[in-house]
């Protein structure tokens, strides 16, 4: 019997020691760090609508890693399906990190190369809330990804060699590849004008 237990104790400590894909509720610390920073006041979604993603992912190091986002309620499910799938692809992601390690400043995280989600901004230039203010969007390896207007402005600036999206390189998302179909919401690299892709979003903008 104490074999038998101690079988089942193993057992059970070997398997929540493996990470995994997870989605719940945003911890007290977590909204503790987020409130004032990614997250304020007159934000078109409360707190209590978002949750905090955990998953797993593929560096560029090849190796695996463990990365956080926070979406909202609504699109927590499909985004982690997309995030399984990504790393059955061995897809590679420079880091994820919530964007408040980078103050909520979009140029910062970008220049980074992270992978974020929840950013309770405006969209560059204007005073519309942004898809990712609602938890409804999520920008995947920006300098890989970068945004191009087609004038020659690139952002962040480090991605302006993969404005061209002929070039092949681990991260890069391209048009009719698996990535696309694996995250499953609207890419920001089949918009007519300007290209965003890094930039995935339910609501297709």
Known sequence: MAALVALALG???SASARPGFQAGPIDAATKQ???GVSWHRGCPVGLNDLRLLKVRHWGFDGRVHRGRLVVHE???RGMLRGMRRLFRLHFKIRRMRLVDAYGADDHHSMDADNTSAF???FVSGTSEWSEHAYGHAIDVNPIENPYADGNGY???PAGAPYAD???RAPGLIHRGGPVVAAIGWA???NWSWPKDYQHFSAGGH
């Open 33 to 35: 760090r987020m409130v």
């Open 74 to 76: 609504d699109s927590a």
């Open 165 to 167: 999206r002929s070039r």
């Open 187 to 189: 890419w920001g690299g």
């Open 154 to 156: 690139v952002s962040p």
């Open 119 to 121: 950013n309770c901004r």
């Open 11 to 13: 057992a059970t400590a």
